[in-house]
């Protein structure tokens, strides 16, 4: 946290690094056990969007020594064909983790897609042996941006036990996780959506607040309960004043002077996410290994799918 001259910043941009610098020394370390990590990422179509995240994804895998495999398909691609190398890369041992980059387009089903990704190799969380994992407090793949989001309030915060946070948002790829982390955590948790009624009263109960509405500056200072810690992940693009530029769920300028601690839009949570990216595809490893030594030998289970 940036605290210096009073600016009570959460640096996404610092905390990535150091984040990544982890993953790197783990990286070099594993090269000298003879392992390299691998990362797959899938994408299907031409989305600009889509484009740019997985160029990220690839250079940022590249820059910490993970190998990164990249699969571009036509947007015609159908069911099958993806289905058919998402089971490839399942089983393909120099493939540790494996992202198909959303969203696929309409004739294909998202979730059977998602489904069909080993949950040790899944490294966005979306499967449900791991969503229910994680519901469950068990150690498995969480999404990349709520276990950003948790490093950033670990350093901001320290211990989280006990504090009431509200989460604004109750998506499958960052609400719903998100809550189940601050659960995990031992604070106390609410999530409003946009059905909630009297949103800014919820809020402003919140030691922690999380925005993830996709809401421009929904989020004001009548919101924000003084000394709250506010993590910010919308990133919503707009016209103002004649010029484009990107801006979060909360209004930034109207909470810096009540938040204890605020992440700005963009540098906060965005650069995390990637980062989380390299540190599952790692995480992922270790947990295929340590299925690989828990998994009897052939000779010694005979009868397995019969018990
Ligand atoms: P979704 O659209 O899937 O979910 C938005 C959630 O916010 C829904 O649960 C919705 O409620 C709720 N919501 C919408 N409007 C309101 C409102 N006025 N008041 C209260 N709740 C509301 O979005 P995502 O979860 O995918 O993403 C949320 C934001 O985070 C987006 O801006 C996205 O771009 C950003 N994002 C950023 C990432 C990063 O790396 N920083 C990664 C992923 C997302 P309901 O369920 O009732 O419809």
Known sequence: ????????????KATSARVLAEVREQVLALREAGIQPGLAVVLVGSDAASQVYVRNKVLRAEEVGIRSLEHRLGADTDEQTLLALVQRLNADPSVNGILVQLPLPPHIDEHRVLQAVSPLKDVDGFHSANVGGLAQGRDVLTPCTPSGCMRLLRDACGDLRGKHAVVVGRSNIVGKPM??????????????????RDLPALCRQADILVAAAGKPRLIGADWLK???????VG???????????????VDFA????????????????????IAYLMKNTLLALDLQQQAALARPSQEHAPCLSLC
Not at 179 to 196: F, I, K, N
Not at 235 to 249: A, K, W
């Open 1 to 12: 946290m940036n605290v210096h001259q009073n600016i009570k910043l959460i640096d996404g």
């Open 179 to 196: 809550a189940a982390l601050l659960l995990q955590a031992d604070c106390t948790v609410t999530v409003v959506h946009s059905r909630s």
């Open 226 to 232: 003084p000394g709250a810690v506010v993590i910010d």
């Open 235 to 249: 990133i919503n693009r707009i016209e103002e004043d004649g010029r484009s530029r990107l801006v979060g769920d």
């Open 254 to 273: 109207a909470a810096l002077p009540l938040a204890a601690a605020i992440t700005p839009v963009p540098g906060g949570v965005g650069p995390m996410t």
